[in-house]
């Protein structure tokens, strides 16, 4: 008996997939996820601009994600003119990260995820029962936009981060009212991982091994090696490691890590990096009786939880700096490529760019978190599908996309990217 299960839309993701399964006698025959998003060619529309241009058009691969781009994007620049930023101008980079993962975690997790878990088809149907939750992913939200932009001067697509430092700096005014900020809303960040924490989880390990930026000294952001267990890398030497490829079925590209399948993302970081937690939220990992490392997926739902503890913690430390006025330092051009890679919501972006004498982009690469986390997202639904396989079609299909939603993948910004030179 051969059974089809086809998802021609599947809900509550940042963008447009899709998922045809077909089942003979109980084994998986065909698995095929994909991404049905229009072929984007950001990299191409980079080639040709000038070095401080780059970061303002990527921001508009994603609106979740703006911020990480723009960050990602001027990284690869200064890394490619060989310009060390200042430590004041590297801090503020940070906040602004923090702040869109604060946003975008609280998003993913009470309005894409948390409703699979209450039987509920969206969070507003769930609104009626549920407002006190809602309310508290609403107020991690509102913080998240508001140190965005106080930093970025608008809540999406900054404007004032750039090449060379910030063309505007926060206020000492505006630092410190974040912080009495952050301090007010840490108790919802807290709430939010003791309600994830009691969520049941399948029994389910993935096949695919973790990769995410370690840094010696912190909980790593913007800097660092692309670790796993058994391999750890320089970013700047990528390629040598990762192999992107795309495949007629999807308009997004496949990442391998030396053709293996591997994860990026909050599960990845607290596997690497938990030592560096704040103090709240280890303490909140220990009450969760997660064992680290772990390799199931559906964990990275309260591994997010966890990470906005952590976020705020590391948010409030940085509010506490002084302000010094610094002007935007014009960098001295030269020739080079430069690779910016950083932990974003969903696991480590990377931005590549070749630059001229004149400071002129001639070769672009972007490789995004869920075009890392595709295949091993895909060959996840292959292996825990049979277990599955004697449930209604309904509850299939629910557990299906409940796996897919645990890595919070943006399809959209998945979309065919593709490495393009221009001479």
């Not at 993701?13 to 950001?42: D, M, P």
């Not at 923090?98 to 975690?105: A, F, N, P, Q, V």
Request: glycine fraction near 4%; charge should be neutral.
């Amino acid at each position: 008996m051969t059974q089809d299960i086809t998802l021609n839309h599947i809900t509550k993701i940042e963008g447009h997939a899709k998922l045809h399964l077909q089942v003979e006698k109980g084994v998986i025959q065909v698995c095929e996820l994909s991404a049905t998003e229009g072929a984007r060619y950001f990299e191409g529309i980079v080639l040709g601009r000038k070095y401080n241009e780059a970061s303002e058009i990527t921001s508009r691969i994603c609106g979740i994600c703006s911020c990480a781009h723009v960050i990602a994007s001027i990284t690869a620049v200064e890394k490619a003119i060989g310009y060390k930023p200042t430590e004041q101008t590297r801090q503020l980079r940070v906040l602004l990260t923090l702040g869109e993962r604060i946003r975008s975690h609280a998003t993913h997790l009470y309005f894409l995820a948390l409703p699979d878990y209450l039987g509920y088809e969206s969070a507003l149907a769930m609104a009626k029962d549920y407002k006190p939750q809602l309310q508290v992913a609403l107020r991690l939200m509102q913080l998240g936009n508001k140190i965005i932009k106080v930093l970025a001067a608008r809540d999406l697509h900054p404007v004032s981060a750039t090449v060379g430092g910030w063309l505007h700096l926060p206020s000492q005014a505006q630092l410190d009212e974040l912080k009495l900020d952050l301090e007010r809303v840490k108790p919802d960040a807290i709430a939010t991982a003791e309600l994830f924490s009691k969520l049941k989880q399948p029994k389910f390990e993935t096949e695919g091994m973790w990769f995410s930026l370690t840094d010696p000294d912190e909980y790593a952001v913007l800097e660092g090696n692309f670790c796993s267990p058994k391999h750890c890398f320089d970013p700047q030497h990528y390629k040598d490691f990762m192999r992107e490829y795309h495949v007629e079925s999807s308009t997004a590209n496949f990442v391998v890590a030396e053709d293996h399948k591997y994860f990026v993302g909050a599960l990845a970081r607290l596997n690497n990096n938990h030592k560096f937690l704040s103090k709240d939220a280890k303490l909140m990992l220990e009450k969760s009786k997660v064992k680290l490392p772990s390799k199931n997926p559906f964990y990275n739902n309260l591994s997010q939880a966890i990470e906005v503890i952590h976020c705020i913690d590391h948010a409030i430390q940085v509010c506490g700096m002084k302000i010094k006025p610094e002007p935007v330092e014009q960098p001295q051009l030269r020739p080079g490529t430069g690779v910016g890679a950083v932990e974003v919501p969903r696991g480590t972006l990377w931005h590549e760019y070749t630059l001229n004498e004149q400071g002129v982009i001639t070769k672009a690469n972007i490789v995004t978190p869920t075009a890392q986390n595709l295949l091993n997202m895909q060959e996840d639904i292959r292996q825990f599908v049979p277990s599955i396989l004697n449930k209604p079609r309904e509850t299939i299909v629910l557990e299906v996309e409940k796996l897919i939603r645990s890595y919070d993948p943006c399809f959209s910004c998945s979309a065919h990217f593709l490495e393009v030179n221009w001479e």
